[in-house]
């Protein structure tokens, strides 16, 4: 078998280092020691290299933004909001550097979901995820 995760984060990383003013890179929830594992990402590293590789692209992973603010109108994260925040100030608070939690603020930014009635008035703001079994759902208040 193989795997192109650990090609496709070296192709990523080459764009970032080439175009470091206009590609940038905000860390998911598949960034995580327990995500790489689950999946191939670890196994790949550890086949194809070292452990220490995946060791250090966990560091790396670690260190990647949480969230981007684009022309000072569109906050971009991976997940959605959480009930936790709220302001940019609590974010910008939050310590991302470190494996990510399976509940609070940083869990919710990489594994929040909108509600399938995002839109909707009856739409309560905020329901825990029983699909990821962490997190919420989230409307458009």
């Known amino acids: 078998i193989d795997y192109l995760m650990l090609s496709l984060v070296i192709v990523l990383l080459a764009l970032k280092i080439t175009y470091p003013r206009s590609f940038f890179l905000l860390r998911g929830n598949h960034e995580s020691r327990q995500m790489t594992q689950v999946f ?8 194809k290299y070292s452990i ?5 692209s966990m560091s790396l992973f ?9 022309d000072d109108r569109f906050l971009c994260m991976h997940g ?10 609590d974010i910008a608070r939050l310590n991302r550097f470190q494996e990510l939690p399976s509940e609070g603020p ?3 930014i990489m594994w929040s979901d909108p ?3 995002f839109s909707a008035q009856q739409a309560p703001p905020w329901i825990f995820n029983n699909n990821r079994n962490c997190s919420f759902f989230f409307n458009h208040k």
């Open 106 to 108: 940083l869990c919710d």
């Open 52 to 56: 220490d590789l995946w060791n250090e």
């Open 115 to 117: 509600h399938r009635q």
């Open 62 to 70: 670690d260190c990647l933004p949480i969230c981007a603010i684009i």
């Open 80 to 89: 959605g909001i959480s009930p936790y925040v709220k302001s940019l100030h």
């Open 40 to 47: 191939t990402y670890k196994r790949e590293c550890k086949v």
